[in-house]
């Protein structure tokens, strides 16, 4: 009987090295396979907040409502950085107290926040509108320069204002889309021009 107890406490001792070596070994493996945070940028990349169903409602220094936007998955860097992912619906209201302007509605995939830049940028299948000056800006990238308040994409770009289609790569816009410069179009335009009075 002395013997077997040997045999089981050589056999329980064998099982428990080889279950603390294994547990080592793992534990190596994975320290090795995790991403190593020594660099103080890598951890301003950390998500710091991730939420589904996102709606945000911004409002100017009185109040009022500004902007609406919605998505369907927003995550947050340490640094202050936010990516939206999924079904972006965005309203940016113009109601100033000397002018009512209707709404820019924007739609796209993907919307990007790089608080150190102040930019924003949207992404996949991007399009504007202002059903109020019947105009629709359709382009796979749009960029916002807080800053500066400019609009900007360097890639190709269809503007529809009432019944011309305007065409070409790269654009530079005012805010509320009032003035704009296609960098480069092409196609031809036909212009209606008023006769011009003479005294």
């Given at each position: 009987?002395?013997?077997?107890?040997?045999q089981?406490?050589?056999?329980?001792?064998?099982?428990?090295?080889?279950n603390?070596?294994?547990?080592?070994?793992?534990?190596?493996?994975?320290?090795?396979?995790?991403?190593a945070?020594a660099d103080?940028d890598?951890?301003?990349?950390?998500?710091l907040?991730?939420?589904?169903?996102?709606e945000?409602l911004?409002?100017d220094c009185?109040?009022?409502?500004?902007?609406?936007?919605?998505?369907?998955e927003?995550c947050?860097?340490?640094n202050g950085n936010?990516?939206?992912?999924d079904d972006i619906?965005?309203?940016?209201?113009?109601n100033?107290?000397d002018?009512?302007?209707?709404?820019?509605?924007?739609?796209a995939?993907?919307?990007?926040?790089?608080?150190?830049?102040?930019?924003c940028?949207?992404?996949?299948?991007?399009?504007?509108?202002?059903?109020?000056?019947q105009l629709?800006i359709r382009?796979?990238?749009?960029s916002y320069?807080?800053?500066?308040?400019?609009i900007f994409?360097?890639?190709?770009?269809?503007i529809a204002?009432?019944s011309?289609?305007?065409?070409?790569?790269?654009?530079?816009a005012t805010?509320?889309?009032?003035?704009?410069?296609i960098?480069?179009?092409?196609g031809?335009v036909?212009?209606d021009?008023?006769?011009?009075?003479?005294?």
């Amino acid at each position: 009987m002395f013997e077997c107890n040997d045999q089981k406490s050589f056999f329980a001792n064998f099982v428990y090295r080889s279950n603390y070596l294994i547990v080592r070994l793992c534990l190596s493996v994975i320290a090795l396979s995790a991403p190593a945070y020594a660099d103080n940028d890598l951890l301003d990349e950390v998500p710091l907040l991730e939420t589904i169903q996102f709606e945000l409602l911004g409002t100017d220094c009185s109040g009022r409502l500004q902007v609406t936007v919605k998505a369907y998955e927003m995550c947050q860097s340490q640094n202050g950085n936010v990516t939206l992912t999924d079904d972006i619906k965005i309203v940016v209201l113009n109601n100033k107290v000397d002018q009512e302007e209707g709404p820019i509605y924007v739609q796209a995939n993907k919307l990007l926040y790089n608080k150190e830049q102040s930019l924003c940028i949207v992404t996949g299948n991007v399009l504007v509108t202002v059903p109020e000056k019947q105009l629709t800006i359709r382009t796979e990238q749009l960029s916002y320069d807080m800053k500066q308040e400019i609009i900007f994409t360097d890639l190709p770009i269809v503007i529809a204002h009432k019944s011309h289609e305007l065409k070409g790569i790269g654009l530079r816009a005012t805010r509320n889309l009032t003035q704009y410069t296609i960098t480069t179009p092409n196609g031809t335009v036909e212009i209606d021009q008023a006769p011009i009075l003479k005294d």
